[in-house]
């Protein structure tokens, strides 16, 4: 089984909203922790939001803050990414992560787990 697989992305206008959702093995979602980063080309995978379990933990880049909204359903084993006000810089690969090993959230190298990844496109 493919440890986290994303849905489909889209394409939507600026002021648009898109909701992604990750689906995890059984493994992979005994992680504690769980986050969305997005990619574009010429640039480091980007944390863009987090969130653990253990101590309600929720955090966003300063970038999404109050736009996007991350969540977990434990029944589905899925995490999802509310994204409300997109704008054209919010078009991306997003990528779902599980294992946050240590140090900072945000760091594409403290998760060991990824999905494969969904295009979202904002167009202005």
């Known amino acids: 089984q493919v440890p986290l697989e994303e849905s489909e992305g889209g394409s939507v206008q600026a002021g648009g909203s898109l909701r992604l959702s990750c689906v995890a093995s059984?493994?992979?979602?005994?992680?504690?922790?769980m986050a969305w980063f997005r990619h574009n080309e010429g640039n480091e995978r980007e944390g863009v939001a987090a969130?653990?379990?253990?101590?309600?933990?929720?955090s966003y880049a300063d970038s999404v803050r109050g736009r996007f909204t991350i969540s977990r359903d434990n029944a589905k084993r899925m995490v999802s990414l509310q994204m409300d006000s997109l704008q054209p810089e919010d078009s991306a690969i997003y990528y779902c992560?599980?294992?946050?090993?240590?140090?900072?959230?945000?760091?594409?190298?403290?998760?060991?787990?990824w999905g494969q990844g969904t295009q979202v496109t904002v167009s202005s």
């Open positions: 059984e493994d992979a979602y005994r992680s504690d922790c």
């Open positions: 992560a599980s294992g946050w090993r240590n140090g900072s959230w945000y760091s594409a190298y403290e998760w060991p787990v």
């Open positions: 969130t653990c379990t253990r101590g309600d933990f929720r």
